[in-house]
């Protein structure tokens, strides 16, 4: 949870002068009744359903099932890091953890590099019909992966495909091509809820900042490559960090996409992992999955928030 | 990070500023050619996005036979409304109950979470107490927990209480919105002057009574955008049902389409009713988007925000 010291310093500081009028220190907390009012509900629910799974994966993740002799009765003894070991020599599991980073290495480039692009075009003066494109590339993330993930596999499929001289002639669904057919449908949904982000951080630079350049005689490729890209860096890190997180969480689009392909097996990616351990059912196993994958998520995604800070610095 | 949190809302204000400056500035005109690449790239990409959808609308008013016997992409007889009945009364209507499942899940669901982030982010934001910066914390923490990560141990939880299975099992987590509490707070600080809490208390209203009345009207923007991230995540939440719930009644209709879709291989005239199914599921958050931006634009002037 170290995380959140370092995101507490990006929220601009609109309370940091408290009332002035009301003196600090010990004073009594005014309006208690209402605070508590206000903030319990939420409190209570947080943590029943936040906090107190978390701490639950983590209880059953250090328990290993015991038995009597072959046949005897199943009991939970405290095991240590045991599941741990298992996660650890767990080869399909890391193959999955491989998998999704090199879906995450190719796909989130990719798709943050397209909905910056139309973002700054959005932003520039050279299009007509913004309002259109704006809507027309946000209505995919309109659609549920699932669903998104169904309409894909009926694209891709050699002979129900309304391009099937194409995929009659490259098997987008074979074991090489169907994880970038996966990451096509992610790209798909998402690249136009990113381009809305970024580009609302763009309508929030003063225009003033670039009329100088543009009174220089700057056109909009250097505008926009030495003015506009750095203001809205954080926007951009932002969307990155979001897509991570996404990435190695993938789950809905594989799991569809195992009625359309032998290729997706029941290890393609962390999350079916867990998954398919806890349909076993082996809870103790895949709580230690979800914990080692939560682990890997936040390590991730804060390693990439602290690369981006020294960058900053520089 | 702040200010993009901040955006959606203000993008208003900010276009408005923006439109205000001479539409041409001077300097060198956008020469034809980048103009003209320009449009095209969107006018590929346009294809790009909208083309999937419009391959599942056409697809959606065939029957079966022309489904595969003519052109994908364009209409053959026009089945859709037949396709619609066959659809919401196979197996007594169970899809009907799936979009209604859903709605209850999402509109519910999200409702109560953005009223319960929204106050505690209102509290955060205007009163003092001890423990108030640990709570934030520990609130943002859980903005980075991805809600798949919780669905196995919710699992193992609500089983030990006998709750899977049961509708609460995925309502009751959908309430929480920590990224909404963030927002909220953010807004809060922003955009309901002390002032006027201050004026409301000389005039006798009590706390509660001064946020419902006053503080969430000034709120609206930042509650509508919550309400909109809520609803959509609810709606496209896959994992909690998928571990959730066996009980076909109770799925939510992304739920319901997977089990469909998996098995067309044994059942292939389901495949007809995932398509039209498909089209019409995504329908009302294509109207959830549009009545949201609608009021974005007609909500609290921009002075109001700021």
Known sequence: MSATVDLAPTVPRADAPPRPTKPRGRARVQHPLAIVIFVVPFGILFSLFYLVPIGYAIYQSLLVIEREGTFGEAREVFGGLTQYVLVFQNGPFWE??????T???VQVPIMLGLALLFALLLDSPLLRGKRFFRLAFFVPYAVPGVIAAIMWGFLYSPSLSPFSAVTSNINFLSADLVLWAIANVVTWVFVGYNMLIIYSSLLAIPAELYEAARLDGAGQLRIAWAIKIPLILPAITLTAIFSIIGTLQLLAEPQ???SFSSAVTSTFTPNLTVYSTSSIPNFNLAAAFS???????????????KFTQRKDEK | MSRVMET?????SAAGIRRQRPVR?????????SRVSAMTVMAVFTLYFLVPIWWLFVAGTKSSSQFTSTNPLWFADFNLIENITDLVTYRDGVYLRWMLNSIAYAGGGALIATILAAMCGYALAKYRFPGRETLFNVVLGGVL???????LPLFLIFSQINLTNTFWSVFLPSLVSPFGVYLARIYAAASVPDELIEAARLDGAGEVRTFFTVSVR??????VTVFLFQFVAIWNNFFLPLVMLRDETLFPVTLGLYAWNSQVNQIPELRGYVLIGALLSIIPLIITFLLLQRFWRNGLGAGSVK
Not at chain 1, 96 to 101: G, Q
Not at chain 2, 145 to 151: N, S
Not at chain 2, 218 to 223: D, H, I, N, Q, V
Request: charged share 10%; glycine share 4%; proline share 9%.
């Open chain 1, 291 to 305: 914990v080692v994958l939560a682990l890997a998520t936040f390590i991730l995604s804060f390693a990439f928030l």
């Open chain 2, 218 to 223: 000034l709120m609206t923007p930042a509650l």
């Open chain 1, 96 to 101: 999955s953890i491989a998998r999704v980073l």
């Open chain 1, 103 to 105: 879906f995450g290495a």
């Open chain 2, 8 to 12: 959606p809302p203000t993008e208003h």
């Open chain 2, 145 to 151: 927990v991805p809600a798949t990560a919780l669905a």
């Open chain 1, 256 to 258: 569809v996409f195992r």
């Open chain 2, 25 to 33: 500035a001077r300097g060198p005109r956008e020469s034809v050619l």
